[in-house]
């Protein structure tokens, strides 16, 4: 009978249905039906009528802390839920099944529970109440579900992020999607962040839930002062978890910050961000309590980590796609695919705000000679002293081009048509002088160039490049005369 009855148990809290058979046989047979029950990797606890708890199963010990005294009640347990809604539910229920003795099962989904450990576990728990020779008993029981749980939320969230990137929405938009998810789903975090590095190796907030917006500028960290950095192991990239601050602050120079409530860090869970086997930043997960991670934290953690790198490079390559089919690959200049969007987006930008700009067309003066008599590479290297000397002679917030072999086109903003005209002739000064230097005389270098002006010339694109290039080209034909 003990194997017939030991399938029925698992069946029945297993949280299916039970059927009336199993109940008899435990009705008939307790002592053999507690002792299978505590061979069970479920976790059952018994209650009388009034609330009074009569048994708890190992595995039921194992999961969380049982008030110790002569009587334990339901209520005592009210602590152990990380959410009091979740206590009430299950306190309904309670009453409930015991108003229905024998005549149905209840069932509660994604309980939030404070294991023996103090993490927080997802329960699907299950209610019923019998007759056991004579006396009504209600067992609870208690299946772990947080790993399909936090699975199930993590996959949408990647699914999202991922459709996200697809849109081309900003690595900003991510990234606050990503920290605001997991301090939404994750109860016991208080606080995420990510943190980038930048060229010095300092890191800086570049999302952040739970603590005051402005942290974002205040907070810079040298990546070697980090929490990370300090505990990691120093053969792999593996995150870390620190479940009692004050054990190692006294290690830092640095101030912790508290939270926007105003409490204070107590634990932190930080993973690296690797792209390509090189450290770029971390994500961290912080709590205001200690002991708020554990070891299935520690994988999750690495999960979230794995998207974020592929996100990331996703969005450098992206980024690198397009760099490469907007900029001239010999002068790192915008290329002609670039002005052709200018012209319908940028363009669009100005006239709806009556921005002023220059629009200039120049043309270097003698490409072709200096590549007949002196060869290509020196006639690359004019081109590439000519969008060095572009550069130096206008902002970064100008727009410089080079849209043929030896056309440039610039959108120069907040300038005078006479203060550009004397740095483009500066400019053609200086062009012939360096080529002088390298060697080539006697060919005529120098720039020729003409200015239309938006919106007191036209507020039509296309008729300022007309306008532009007929300059340019009356200048050109008295340079060549």
Known sequence: MKPLLKKMIM?????????????QLLAQDLHTGVQLLDSLGTAVIMFDQTGVMTYQNTAMKQLIIIPTGEVVLLASLRSRFSRSEDYERLEALFRKMNEAVGQTDGHLKAVHIID???HVRILNIGVKCILVQGQPVTYITAMDVTSEHTYQWLKDLVIKLNN????????QNLLDQLIET?????DYVDVGTIMLKDDKGILSIKSTVGYAPEIKELFKLPYEKSFYYRFKDPDEHSPVIINDIDEIEDQFAI???VNLSGNRIESVLSSPIIINGDFIGLLNLDATRKNAFSEFDLEMIRFISEQVTLILSALRYLEKTIHLSYHDQLTGLYNRWYLDEYSKTGFEVCLRSNQPFLLFSADLDGLKKVNDQYGHALGDQYILVMSQLLKKAFRETDILMRVGGDEFIGIIYHSEADEVSKRLMGLSDHLAHRMEV????????????????FPLESREFSTLMILADRRMYEKKSKNTA
């Not at 996200?164 to 690595?171: H, K």
């Not at 997991?182 to 994750?186: F, G, I, P, R, S």
């Open 11 to 23: 069946k029945w809290f297993g949280l299916v249905e039970a059927d009336e058979t199993m109940k």
């Open 438 to 453: 390298l060697g080539v005389e006697d060919v005529g270098c120098g720039l020729s160039f003409g200015i239309a002006e």
């Open 182 to 186: 997991l301090v939404e789903k994750l």
């Open 255 to 257: 101030k912790i910050p």
């Open 116 to 118: 023996r450990l103090g």
């Open 164 to 171: 996200m990137l697809i849109c081309s929405e900003p690595l």
